[in-house]
């Protein structure tokens, strides 16, 4: 099962994985095909003329001709039933997963409604706390060895963090925040449930977040700053031909001095400069923020919206290579760089052509439709859960169940969320044949067609 | 050389000879690229049942394509016995 690619979104209802789909693909095509040589058969058949001096073999000929036709005729038909099973499956899997998945929303919205309501004092006093366990876990870091042991235990005891079940009741968690909020500060259930998303979407889990970081402030944890630029260098290039090298080109800020954000010009012959843009992930997960924009204030700060660190640093990087409102740019952006690159896409502030995110938080980020858009989240890692429901039903959405069906490592804490993973994902995905997957790739590859050159600049920047 | 009055149908029949070899390569075209492979999406009992289809549609294709080189095998036939006549 860890190798099953499962692809929704592209506004339909189905959900199945690559092979499914490619499958119900193929039998099309086969329909088609075989609908066309029933016909040419037909012809054939019919067009002999066979005269009265024809001898005995082509009489017979056209025996098996009219024999070809028939069989080649049910070809056609049983093409088209197995076609037709396969997508009535994806669909009706698709309407389970979208029937249980909303009455568990519901449900859950209310409980933590409920609960909010009727422990206001424990809700107000958990988040202290919890930022009070966070200052106690920062302080215990301090001690040598405290951090190597704690590190050990959660890396080895991460059973329960990679799994499709956590991630899932982590999902709803983060939905339904901003109700338990409103619950506890006395807001009666019906006008919670107006204000909620399944209402006006005045109150979301960006209310929340930004509760969280209101609150946190308060300790001087997830303030966010000015950015300015360190410094930025040319390096050798070559556009990305396939999902994995695409990720590949995502920054790791280990090799690359701590440039954060790599920014590809493509020069057009006659026609406006073209970019792709990479942004990397999480650097620090250090919550009070130091020089480090890509931190854990930017996670939290783009839970609310644009305007984190990492957000306005790439932006400032995007104006230092020449790219305008009108200039055609391409995201790429793994983890938390998936959701900055969501974020610009979504701000109607570029001219997106294109955006690809792998494990990032992007759920409840409005990526506008018109552009090719691919959303690769693993079902058993925590960070996409944090943006909560995938709302993006337009993109190309591919799902890996990493660890489902085998041994999961004790290297990493959360292992799924790790980048040779999604590597591995990305890998899986340019070997893949169902249309959705290789016309995303395509599209995605065509952006720097007729390129008369590349230059690549890498770019690194502090907070103030 | 044949005979006049077979000129027409000789015609025909070598234009028939050279449809059923072009449909024949569409046919094992359309079986070798198009066929899926047996699948691992669906186990159990719906598994069983999708793969018996695929199974069935595979035989017919196959028949579809005997049919088709039986019809090659007679047209051929038939075109080197106009040709025979004097």
Redesign the interface.
Known sequence: MSDDLVISGSNSSAVATDELFSAAERYAAMTTEASLLTRYLSNLEHEAGLQNNAPYEAWQARRSIAEAEALIADVETRARSLQGGLISAADGYGFVDRFIGAFVRSIASDVAGVLGMFAPLNTLLSMPLILAGGAVAGGISTIPGAKEAASRFMRENNELLTNPLTVTIEREATMVADDAMMGAVGIPRPVADLLGDEGLGISNHATAASGVMTAGSIFGLFRESPVHIVGSKPVVAAPPTGYQERLGRVPDTDETGGAQVVIDKYEMDGEPDRFEVYIAGTVTFNPIAADEPFDMTTNMSNAVGPGSGAYESVAEAMRLAGIDENSPVQFTGYSQGGGTAAQLAASGDYNTAGLATFGGPTGQVAVPEGFTTVIVEHTDDLVPGLGGHQQNVHAVIVERDVFGGREIPTDYAVPAHHYEYYEETARLMDAASSDAITGSIDALNKFGDGAVSVTSTQYRFERD | MARP??A??LD??EA?LR??NY?QV??EA?RL????QP????RGAAGRV?EL??S??AE??A??SS??S???A??S??VE??IARV
């Open positions: 009055e077979d027409a149908l025909a029949l028939q449809e059923l449909v569409r046919v359309m690229a198009l066929l899926p699948a691992s999406f669906w999708y289809e695929r069935a549609l017919v294709i028949r579809g049919a088709l039986a019809a090659t007679l047209t036939e038939a016995r106009v």
